[in-house]
């Protein structure tokens, strides 16, 4: 509801593709310990995720704004270096479990 949002917005989240999206740093801090540091120790209003699909990155943030997950396949591996370099551990988890899913449907 509140991203990209000019109101709540205090942080600028740079996509790959020049895309840019508004959010707010307290929720991204309440769901990542990396984030909360580096809000608390700098004084960035800039978090540059261009490395890595912008439709992972999106659907990243969006989890952490919603707490649903709309992955995909195609997307499992960027989406899952964010959840673990940001240490979002409910993330880490649904990929791990996802991945698990993937591997049984296998079978």
Known sequence: EHLDSPVHGNIT???SGY???LVSSLI???NSPVFLEIFKNDDT???DLKDYDAVAARLFIEALYTGDVNLEKGLLKDFSKLSSNYKVAWLVLHCHNYFNEMLEALQ
Do not use: A, F, G
């Open 28 to 30: 991204l801090s309440y």
């Open 45 to 47: 209003r800039i978090i």
């Open 13 to 15: 989240v740079q996509l």
């Open 19 to 21: 895309q840019e999206l």
